[in-house]
């Protein structure tokens, strides 16, 4: 292990050690009356979709990454019994649970799991309340006894596989998030436990942004352009005052990088993060969903005399990002190419959503032929998985992994 176990300066460096998260159960928690509740759109066939995630981790490997899992991380991390009863009733305060009788029978179900990562898919998985051991009449309370037909004491958290989301890997650095929504706020407590834990991590990876925080910031909005120059989104994920705490940290601990770039953007569910509409796939080169460009708005924030100093930045987004990348030009490709419905459907399909693990050479998902050909057409080497049901949850590849290793470029 270096010095630095978190070394993310780029989108776009060789990447050497990525972190994923295999779907589960929680995916099998899913009901149709509930999927707006819990951020889906529809239900995917979790035997396929471990199929499919298991070859996305395999193409990875073959390409030289070590991947780390968050379920065998987060495990890792409770090392003393207390750390493990401290994650448990953590864990508890947070899961909205009606009645103490119910929450004192869960607490008893989940410390009863002799395995640390079996006792972590559970808390990922949800509770349904048909699980919950028998609870005598004399120990149930008010809220106990007034049932609802809700049937879950506790909800998954099947967005989990989106593991860009939930903390964000910034230079040596990482923020751990605050999120848009309270079924995925649950979600940041498994990064807390193991930046502050974990035997590979505990005392060496500074924060840039907490969890405790007021306002939301998710990870699929921060891109790393270069070692200089970080983007943020603002969308329906990100707050502008989220990102301007962020950046007053980045700058003050002296996290490495000068400028940031704010993208204001259409905020909405079919533009949710930045790297929905927006990633870098080459040193000259950028995916974009071309629905996002005429009503783009981009900041350029700095931070002098200990005060963020914003611009707002006009004209052409080529040559802004050519300008701050040191660069004579660089090319947007655009989802679907000029035609509006194949652009459509494919950037629905996660075909801005790419995973690039070295210059050139980029992670997509099979399905988006037209935005493939175009790629391909540009020189570059794609690594083309299956989707159709991790795509089910509106993400692509750089949304299920979160860099915890880059080479230098």
Request: one cysteine or more; aromatic letters at 8%; glycine letters at 6%.
């Amino acid at each position: 292990m270096s010095q630095h176990p978190i070394h993310v300066f780029s989108e776009i460096g060789k990447l050497k050690k990525v972190m994923l998260h295999r779907p589960g159960k929680e995916i099998e928690n899913l009901m149709p009356d509930y999927l707006e509740r819990l951020l889906f759109d529809d239900i995917p066939f979790l035997e396929e979709a471990q199929r499919e995630h298991d070859a996305f981790a395999q193409a990875l490997r073959d390409e030289g990454v070590e991947v780390l899992y968050l379920e065998k991380l987060a495990a890792e991390s409770l090392t003393t019994p207390e750390i493990r009863e401290a994650f448990v009733d953590e864990y508890l305060s947070e899961a909205n649970i009606r009645g103490r009788a119910t929450k004192k029978a869960i607490r008893k179900l989940l410390l009863g799991i002799e395995d640390n990562q079996e006792m972590i898919e559970k808390t990922m998985a949800g509770v349904q309340k048909s699980e919950i051991p028998a609870i005598s009449e004399q120990e149930k309370g008010l809220t106990d006894l007034v049932e609802s037909s809700y049937p879950f004491a506790i909800d998954p958290m099947p967005n989990l596989y989106f593991t860009r989301d939930p903390f964000a890997t910034v230079g040596n650095a990482v923020s751990l998030n605050r999120m848009y929504a309270e079924t995925r706020n649950r979600e940041t407590i498994y990064g807390k436990y193991i930046f502050k834990y974990h035997p590979d991590y505990a005392g060496k990876v500074p924060l840039v942004y907490d969890r405790d925080e007021t306002t939301r910031i998710e990870g699929g909005d921060e891109l790393i352009l270069s070692k200089d120059v970080l983007a943020v989104g603002i969308s329906q994920r990100t707050d502008a005052a989220s990102i301007e705490k962020l950046l007053v940290n980045i700058f003050e601990k002296n996290i490495g990088f000068k400028k940031v770039l704010a993208f204001e953007f259409a905020n909405n569910r079919k533009f949710m993060h930045l790297d929905t509409v927006f990633t870098m796939v080459d040193y000259d080169k950028f995916t974009i969903h071309p629905e996002i460009e005429s009503g783009l708005r981009v900041f350029s924030v700095t931070y002098e005399n200990q005060e963020l100093r914003i611009v707002e930045e006009l004209g052409d987004l080529a040559e802004l990002l050519a300008a701050n990348l040191g660069l004579e030009k660089v090319e947007l490709i655009r989802c679907g190419g000029d035609n509006i419905v194949a652009s459509g459907r494919e950037q629905w399909n996660d075909g801005s959503n790419t995973l690039t693990i070295s210059p050139g050479v980029v992670v997509v998902y099979k399905r988006n032929t037209i935005t493939n050909a175009i790629l391909e057409s540009k020189g570059l080497r794609l690594i083309k998985i299956d989707g159709s049901e991790l795509v089910r949850g509106r993400g692509g590849p750089r949304c299920m992994s979160m860099p915890f290793e880059r080479e230098e470029i």
